[in-house]
């Protein structure tokens, strides 16, 4: 079984919505049968490299807030953070994550996705030093991860790299009707949209782990030449 | 969208199922979108390494045929292979083919997977010379496919390296109800069993792309906390 994550770094609600997944993913009996996949998201689309700001002043100018509503919007998602025992600092910053999520596509090639993702979302979240706008900081996270540090430098410094990989999950993301994040699809049979409680992700888990067989073969081995216990059955 | 093909090297709808289907995904508009996973299959599954014999031996003592009728099956084969431009050599081998499915996840891995899996059929249908039960020619195969010669004779010398993931696969397929090979699977939505006809493919490539905006979101933002185009929402 698949289950697709889409995500953007920048993104509180992924960060906490990661936690509660892999919490229900821990218990879920068939585990070893479900790979996780990232899947890049820009919450921001138009930002660009170079012009990361402190998230209070994003979101008062953004959403037109005083800077004591900013405040207790952060607080909030730091204590749904602590709840999972993770950190949250305050006063992090907002910017540009495309290159992010580039690194992160180079990451799945080498099976390190998992790795780098987690690494991103606490230098995010948990770290005071900003990650945006900062490739030798990438770099180091990358390495972190179990990625060959050289290999991580070139591709941060080719903008194509990996950028039609990104492209492609941010098309899918419109097919499958995933417009805020994060938005989870098992087996692309079945959808789950936010950081819901883990309650809820054990039931879909287990939801798209008992629909598995019920797959309609929309052209079956009557018309078909196929091979099987009894052999490759030839027409005539 | 993901197509996931349960094949067998040792089998000949899988050949020609695999250049039908390739066929249709070549002109079907949105193959830069479409990504193929190979799925192993097990067609023989007590045959262990070392036992590779001629398949006119063993048509005749499987199935209780004459060697004509084995004879005639294999032409019909030969037949519905040229008509693909595909070789099929008279005389092949049948044989064990655990260790072909383990490499193939390593080219997973490498991203090599759809190059070593066509020189493997190749191998198996086209080449006079046996595939089965000689490392040194599957790890030519491997470096012709671009893997690591290295890196693939220590795959082949481990038998523990990827069996999981062959182990995986043949899970899947007793869970998706693929009792014959080749089966294809599409986004896990349909699938269709066997080698069909370009046709019949080019149909379910479009019938699945079409589907990929009806996935119903089973939890959903409404209960879910998730970012969006209106930043992070938190509830109150």
Redesign the interface.
């Known amino acids: ?2 289950v697709e994550i889409w995500t ?1 770094i920048s ?4 960060y ?2 990661q936690a509660r997944f892999e919490k229900a993913l821990a218990s879920f009996p068939h585990r ?2 479900v790979e996780v996949v990232h899947r890049s998201f820009q ?1 921001d689309p138009h930002r660009t490299k170079g012009d990361a700001e402190p998230i209070i002043g994003f ?1 008062m100018r ?2 037109g807030w005083t800077r004591e509503q900013a405040q207790a ?1 952060e607080d ?2 730091s204590r ?1 953070s602590a709840a999972l025992g993770l950190k949250y600092v305050m006063g992090r910053d907002h910017g540009y994550t495309f290159d992010m999520h580039r690194l992160l596509h180079f990451a799945k ?1 080498q ?1 390190r996705q998992r790795e780098l993702l987690t690494l991103l979302y606490r230098a995010n979240f948990a770290e005071e030093r900003s990650v945006y706008d900062d490739d030798e900081r990438l770099v180091d996270l990358a390495a972190e991860a179990g990625l060959d540090a050289d290999a991580a430098r070139k591709v941060l410094a080719d903008p194509s790299a990996h950028a039609e990989d990104v492209h ?1 999950d941010l ?2 993301a419109a ?3 995933a ?5 989870f ?1 098992l ?10 409680r883990p309650e ?1 992700f054990t ?2 888990l287990t ?1 798209a782990w008992e629909s ?2 019920s ?7 009557a ?10 059955p ?2 005539h």
Chains 1, 2 share one sequence.
């Open positions: 079984m698949r953007d993104c509180p609600w992924c906490v919505g070893a049968d919450l979101l953004g959403k919007n909030t998602l749904q090639e099976g492609a098309r899918e097919a499958v009707g417009t805020g994040v994060p938005f699809v087996d692309r049979r079945f959808a789950v949209s936010g950081a819901q809820v039931q879909a939801k598995r067989s797959l309609p073969v929309v052209a079956g081995a018309h078909g030449d196929a091979c099987g216990p009894d052999g490759c030839v027409p």
